[in-house]
T-cell receptor
């Protein structure tokens, strides 16, 4: 199956700093999503971005499908940005349609 | 705006008991997915439905697990003869075909 690797595994920032999270995947994908998981376990949709660049406030994401990676940028980080960030992909090949394969996540801690 | 809902939010049971979880997807979504997440890991795919048809099951879904979506709306996931290894967060998601998945708040299962 497809492999999804996220880096770094852990990231500690001071409030106001910028950061970049990376997601590498091993094969062609139909879809790619970024999520933020809050302390209660809820997965919050950040971006649906199989290719290209999108921005939403302080967050932006870029997926370069031909090179099999995606980047999530967080600017001017706030303590409320803390949590786990997941990248998830839908593999294009075989007979597996629709299911998401998740990376291991990046644990972000923002200190005041 | 009615998102994906799951019930119960928490379930504590004794080993060997049967449990059933319910998921209500976003109303116009025809795809419904079940995932399982253990501590420190990303969610893992269990099964998915398109309308009432169960189209794929993961090898993680042993014969003690069964899922249904009888009228193409809500879905249930039943675990028979629970084991301590079944303790996890069970997540439900829904989507339109070939589109962004939205997750519910999850059901946290603890097997004593």
């Amino acid at each position: 199956g497809i492999q999804v690797e996220q880096s770094p595994p852990d990231l500690i920032l001071q409030e106001g700093a910028n950061s970049t999270l990376r997601c590498n995947f091993s094969d062609s994908v139909n879809n790619l999503q970024w999520f933020h998981q809050n302390p209660w376990g809820q997965l919050i949709n950040l971006f649906y971005i199989p290719s290209g660049t999108k921005q939403n406030g302080r967050l932006s994401a870029t997926t370069v499908a031909t090179e099999r990676y995606s980047l999530l940028y967080i600017s001017s980080s706030q303590t409320t940005d803390s949590g786990v960030y997941f990248c998830a992909v839908e593999y294009r090949g075989g007979t597996s349609y629709g299911k998401l394969t998740f990376g291991q996540g990046t644990i972000l801690t923002v200190h005041p | 705006d009615t998102g994906v809902s799951q019930d119960p939010r928490h379930k504590i049971t004794k080993r060997g008991q049967n449990v059933t979880f319910r998921c209500d997807p976003i109303s116009e979504h025809n795809r419904l997915y079940w995932y399982r997440q253990t501590l420190g890991q990303g969610p893992e795919f269990l099964t998915y439905f398109q309308n009432e048809a169960q189209l794929e099951k993961s090898r993680l879904l042993s014969d003690r697990f069964s899922a249904e979506r009888p009228k193409g709306s809500f879905s249930t996931l039943e675990i028979q003869r629970t084991e301590q290894g079944d303790s996890a967060m069970y997540l439900c998601a829904s989507s339109l075909v070939d589109n962004e998945q939205f997750f519910g708040p999850g059901t946290r299962l603890t097997v004593l």
